[in-house]
């Protein structure tokens, strides 16, 4: 076994150790959504918060709308983990970096991941606001958190066809329907950044089968599917990234502005399907 497997493990252990609960269930929140942590902790009859600084094997979000924090809730029904915020490739760390905060949920015996985050729209049809149903996405990145480890969290070449959970999508569709939300649907791209993608770029990834660019995401998805986790993902479409002749600058204020927006849908969303 890996030190950075033994590493993961030793920081689950030590959380189990300092909490009852038995979460089968988390939920990364991106940028510009840790309302719905908000209200998921004001509905738990229990919960259990700790800061990623705490914890040994975590790197610490610098980006902003990231807090760094989980929090362990008893819900009516089931525990669940919910994390505000993540590490970014582009913050200079590893994709093994990145990825320890899902393999840390794993080994507290997560089984159903639900991931979010912001992203800008290669679509016309979707606006800044909406939220985005991931289908599959296009890794761009250059990192994937498999390369050089054993097979302490699963195999060397994990499947990747189905990365996003056809059930987990089918009852957030339906969750959809019956809250009155207009779900869009689409493929996201994962891209390096910091920086926002060219005109040219933003064409290209739309050429290319994309619906939505975003930093994030990725990475997580290929190590949830690495040890066996069903993926679900939703975007928050926090602006419109066309490329064309009317592309206007982003700045991260709107981001945040249209990301909360969508945010709001995104925790409505998730509170339906944790219904009973």
């Known amino acids: 076994m890996s030190d950075?497997?033994?590493?993961?493990?030793?920081?689950?252990?030590?959380?189990?150790?300092?909490?009852?609960?038995?979460?089968?269930?988390?939920?990364?929140?991106?940028?510009?959504?840790s309302g719905v942590w908000l209200e998921l902790e004001s509905r738990a009859h229990q919960s259990q918060a700790i800061n990623y600084s705490d914890i040994a094997c975590l790197p610490r979000p610098t980006a902003p709308g990231h807090e760094g924090r989980l929090a362990i809730l008893q819900m009516a029904d089931s525990d669940i983990v919910v994390c505000s915020g993540r590490p970014h490739l582009y913050e200079g760390y590893s994709a093994l970096e990145?990825?320890?905060?899902?393999?840390?949920?794993?080994?507290?015996?997560?089984?159903?991941?639900?991931?979010?985050?912001?992203?800008?729209?290669?679509?016309?049809q979707f606006a800044a606001g909406d939220v985005m149903l991931i289908e599959d996405h296009i890794n761009?990145?250059?990192?994937?958190?498999?390369?050089?480890?054993?097979?302490?969290?699963?195999?060397?070449?994990?499947?990747?066809?189905?990365?996003?959970?056809?059930?987990?999508?089918?009852?957030?569709?339906?969750?959809?329907?019956?809250?009155?939300i207009d779900l869009q649907r689409g493929i996201y791209a994962g891209v390096l950044g910091p920086s926002l993608e060219t005109s040219a770029e933003r064409r290209m990834l739309r050429t290319?089968?994309?619906?939505?660019?975003?930093?994030?995401?990725?990475?997580?998805?290929?190590?949830?599917?690495?040890?066996?986790?069903?993926?679900?993902g939703l975007s928050a479409i926090s602006n419109t990234a066309l490329g064309d002749a009317n592309q206007q600058p982003d700045t991260i204020e709107n981001v945040m502005r249209y990301a909360a927006i969508a945010g709001k849908k995104i925790e409505k969303l998730i509170l339906a399907m944790l219904q009973p």
């Open 208 to 232: 290319m089968g994309a619906s939505c660019v975003g930093m994030s995401t990725v990475t997580e998805v290929i190590a949830a599917n690495h040890c066996g986790m069903d993926v679900l």
């Open 4 to 33: 950075y497997a033994n590493a993961i493990r030793s920081a689950a252990q030590t959380i189990r150790d300092d909490c009852s609960l038995n979460p089968s269930t988390a939920i990364v929140l991106g940028t510009g959504l």
């Open 98 to 124: 990145v990825a320890a905060l899902v393999y840390l949920l794993h080994e507290l015996g997560v089984q159903r991941l639900t991931i979010t985050n912001a992203s800008g729209s290669l679509d016309p």
């Open 140 to 180: 761009l990145t250059g990192h994937n958190p498999v390369i050089g480890q054993d097979e302490s969290f699963g195999v060397l070449f994990p499947d990747m066809s189905q990365a996003y959970d056809r059930k987990a999508r089918a009852a957030a569709i339906a969750a959809a329907e019956r809250e009155g």
